[in-house]
C-alpha cells in the first residue's frame, strides 16, 4: 500500500511517500480504506521531535512510529471474526491514539477504538478533519461543565481546536467571543462567533470584560494576566499549554477559587458519536483551509508548521 513513512526526524522533506506492507486485522480489528486525514499542528512536532522530550516517547535517536497521522475518514474493507459493530462497506471516520498511522491508504484499529460512522451529509476530507478540534474541545468543555448562557472567550479562534471550540461553546448555549486576527474575522464570525477581538491590536486583558471560561487553543496568553479577566470562580482551559503553564495553573487551582485545566485528551468513541451527531444536525462544521493529495504531505507539513492556518488541512488519500 501507499504511506507517507518517515525514518528519521527533521524537515517536512523527511516524509516520503512509498509502498510498504498493507497491514492485516486481527480477530477484533476492523481494515479501513482510508480516503482522508489531515495534518495537525502536533503532527510537525512529532516529525521534528520539537520540544526535544518527544524523543523520549518516540525514539531517542529515530521515530519508533514511521507513519503519522492521527485521524482519519474511509471505508471498512475487510473485519476480524470477533467484530460485532461494523460491516465491510461501513463509511467511518475517527481518531487514532499513539499507534499513529493515517497517512496510508490502510490503517487496521480495533472495533472499540474512537470510531463513529460518518456523518451522512459530508464528505471524507471533511469529516478527517473534525476529530483533532472537536475532541479536544469536547473533552475540555466536558471537564469545565459548561453550561447555557456562560460568557465564553476561546483565544486561537481560527485554528483547529479554536474552531472546534467556538462552533461547541455555541451548540451549549454560550455567549462566545473569538480572539483571532482581522483576517479571520469572518470566519469565527461565520461558525457562530457573537463577538470578535483582534490579537493584534487589542489585548482582551485590559479591556474590562469577564468571564466564566476563557480556552486559550494555542498557548499565546499571560496566564497571570488572564486571571483578572475570570469571574469568581472561573475556570481557564489551556489545551495547548507548556510545563510552565501546567504548573502555574496548579497553583493558581490550589490556591484560590477559579481553576487551570491542562493535560492530554482522553480517545472515546462516545465523544466521536457526539460531534457525528451534532455535524448532523448542522451545530458543527467542518473547516477547511487547503487540501492536498498524500503525495504532497511535506508541502502540507512545511503550511501547517508556519502556525496561521484556518481551521483545518486535510488530506486526500
Ligand atoms: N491537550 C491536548 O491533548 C491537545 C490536543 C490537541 C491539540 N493540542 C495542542 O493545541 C495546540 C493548538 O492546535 P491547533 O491545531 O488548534 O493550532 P493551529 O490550528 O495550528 O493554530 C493556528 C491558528 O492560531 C492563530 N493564532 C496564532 N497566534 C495567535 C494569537 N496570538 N492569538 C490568537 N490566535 C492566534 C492563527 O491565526 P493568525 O494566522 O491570524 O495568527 C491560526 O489561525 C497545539 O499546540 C497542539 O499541540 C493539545
Known sequence: M??????QYGPPEVLQVKQVEKPIPKKNELLLRIRATAVNSGDWRLRKADPFAVRFIFGLVSPKINILGSVFSGEVESVGEDVKHFKVG???FGHIDMSFGSYAEYKCLPENASIALKPTNITHNEAAV????GVTALHFFKKAMIKANQKVLVVGASGAVGSAAVQLAKSYGAIVTGVCSAANFDLVKSIGADK????????FTQNGE???LIFDAVNTISVARTLKSLTKNGIMILSAAGMKEMLQGLWISMTSNKKVMTGVISHKAADIIFLKELIETGKFKPVIDRTYPLEQIAEAHAYVERGHKKGNIAIEV
Open 2 to 7: 501507499k504511506a507517507a513513512v518517515y525514518t
Open 90 to 92: 461501513d463509511f467511518v
Open 130 to 133: 473534525i476529530p483533532f478540534g
Open 196 to 203: 470578535v477581538i483582534d490579537y493584534t491590536k487589542e489585548d
Open 210 to 212: 469577564i468571564y466564566d
